[in-house]
């Protein structure tokens, strides 16, 4: 029993209170018990972690590569077809007689960024393929602008 000020707690449990509470205040939970499976065998911490790990929602795992997947070919086909749209707009321009100028070095950057953001995409690294694509595309319409008419 354990005296705080004028009451005694009768609910001491190998040197560690519960106060009331089914489980004890220490570090792992168990007051220093042992933990018990439904047969009522004893379980240790570890055996018990990897019974929880093992549980586990079917098919998160599968979710999650599909979404990457699907998320890579997404920012892939996005790159890609930035790029083939700054190659058709270079060969239209071209096409019209237009004069080569800055416009053609934002096109050129803009595709070489576009086909970046492809590989990048294709490898995984999707984050840093939407920045390098969009920075591609805003070059281009940069490239596009009536001052490099």
């Known amino acids: 029993m354990t005296k705080h000020g004028d009451e005694t707690h009768g609910d001491e449990t190998h040197g560690y209170e519960t106060h009331g509470y089914e489980t004890a205040n220490t570090p792992d ?13 004893s379980v240790s911490a570890d055996e018990l972690r990897a019974q929880f790990q093992a549980q586990g929602r ?12 699907q998320a890579r070919w997404t920012y ?5 077809l930035v790029a083939v749209v700054c190659l058709v707009l270079t060969a ?8 080569a100028g800055a416009w053609v070095a934002l096109y050129a950057l803009g595709v070489a960024l576009s086909s970046w953001g492809f590989v990048l995409a294709r490898i995984g690294r999707t984050r840093w393929a939407l920045a390098v694509t969009c920075i591609g595309a805003a070059l281009a319409g940069l490239g596009d602008s009536p001052a490099f008419h």
Do not use: K, Q, W
């Open 29 to 41: 939970g168990t007051g220093g018990r042992p933990f018990s499976s439904a047969s009522g065998a």
């Open 58 to 69: 079917p098919g998160l795992v599968e979710n999650r590569r599909r979404d990457a997947r």
């Open 76 to 80: 892939a086909a996005f790159a890609g």
């Open 92 to 99: 239209m321009r071209f096409g019209r007689g237009d004069a």
